[in-house]
Nanobody
Framework: QVQLVESGGGLVQPGGSLRLSCAAS????????MGWYRQAPGKERELVAA???????KYSDSVKGRFTISRDNAKNTVYLQMNSLKPEDTAVYYC???????????WGQGTQVTVSS
């Protein structure tokens, strides 16, 4: 089992920045990749950014150049630095981990990000 705890959400004005953190615990050696997803009201959950255990990253087109995903292996923590935030970035952001041979999915509880003036 893998447990994920997110932090760092909040209210920010358009153009502002936030940094989300996701701390992993439990069977962390089984983690293959971690990522951030978001879900806005009335919309499906979508991938925002992901990072593999080897450090490879990928981003959705809507956040490329504005968001950066990184990881601190010593702290078992993944970060999402969000810059130049837009109102359309408003959503609940979820941390995800894929672990084990079967690629089991684990999710955090979600953290609200609201971009509004």
């Amino acid at each position: 089992q893998v447990q994920l705890v997110e932090s760092g959400g909040g209210l920010v004005q358009p153009g502002g920045s936030l940094r989300l953190s996701c701390a992993a615990s439990g069977s962390i050696l089984r983690i293959n990749a971690m990522g951030w997803y978001r879900q806005a009201p009335g919309k499906e959950r979508e991938l925002v950014a992901a990072i593999t255990s080897g450090g490879s990253t990928k981003y959705s087109d809507s956040v490329k150049g504005r968001f950066t995903i990184s990881r601190d292996n010593a702290k078992n923590t993944v970060y999402l630095q969000m810059n130049s935030l837009k109102p359309e970035d408003t959503a609940v952001y979820y941390c995800n981990a894929v672990a084990g041979i079967a690629g089991d999915d684990y999710w955090g509880q979600g953290t609200q990000v609201t971009v509004s003036s």
